[in-house]
């Protein structure tokens, strides 16, 4: 099975931050490559599909770079709302793995 | 506007079947590009996915080594949805258990609501 590492595993920040957050594959997945932001008691919810493409309707604070291993997520600007906990999730090959998701609080 | 409805007992003894449906409205079943699939979430591993089924030309599934031999995912074309079965059943597999769609990306777009299943006697 293909392992997603994220780091940091948790994170604080305040309204208005810019926050990044790494994910990295244990092979190379190309361009194989989403983003979830979920929030207690939800589903997840796909904000990030193919490294970089917004889904509909997500704000274009959030964005995604990164190829091959390496990828990246970044809020511009932190909302009261995004305070969340945020998944990679790899489909280079099945199984269709997570990483183990980064919690994002409020400083 | 999809939407995925979960149904479904939230507790099951161990050794027994773990059994789930996902109803499907606003999507149908059988279209060509999309794949119906599980995923479970707990603590201790996380999210899983745990398989999928879906239709090109003729039905099929596929399943996640961790589960495979216990686990079924089947169509129920009369009535758009799908099931899931997990066979013997521990402790180990308590968790949330949830019902996803893709649509040509391999992305889970829509998800259903979660279903905890606890597995105690």
Redesign the interface.
């Known amino acids: 099975d293909i392992q997603m590492t994220q780091s940091p595993s948790s994170l604080s920040a305040s309204v208005g931050d810019r926050v990044t957050i790494t994910c990295q594959a244990s092979q190379d997945i190309t361009n194989y490559l989403n983003w979830y932001q979920q929030k207690p008691g939800k589903a997840p919810k796909l904000l990030i599909y193919d490294v970089a493409n917004l889904e509909t309707g997500i704000p274009s604070r959030f964005s995604g770079s990164g190829s091959g291993t390496d990828f990246t997520f970044t809020i511009s600007s932190l909302q009261p709302e995004d305070f969340a906990t945020y998944y990679c999730q790899q489909y280079g090959s099945p199984p269709y793995t997570f990483g183990q998701g980064t919690k994002l609080e409020i400083k | 506007q999809v939407q995925l409805q979960q149904s479904g007992p939230g507790l099951v003894e161990p050794s027994q079947t773990l059994s789930l449906t996902c109803a499907i409205s606003g999507d149908s079943i059988s279209r060509n590009s999309v794949t119906w699939n599980w995923i479970r979430q707990s603590p201790s591993r ?4 745990l398989g999928r089924t879906h239709y090109r030309s003729k039905w099929s599934s ?1 399943y ?3 589960v495979r031999g216990r686990i079924i995912i089947k169509p129920d074309t009369s009535k758009n949805q799908f099931s899931l079965q997990l066979n013997s059943v521990t402790p180990e597999d308590t968790a949330v258990y ?1 019902c ?1 769609r893709t649509d040509i ?5 829509y ?4 279903t905890l299943v606890t597995v105690s006697s």
Not at chain 2, 46 to 49: A, Q, V
Request: without cysteine; aromatic residues 22%.
């Open positions: 996380g999210l899983e996915w596929d996640a080594i961790s949830y996803a990306v391999v992305a889970f777009d998800w259903g609501q979660g």
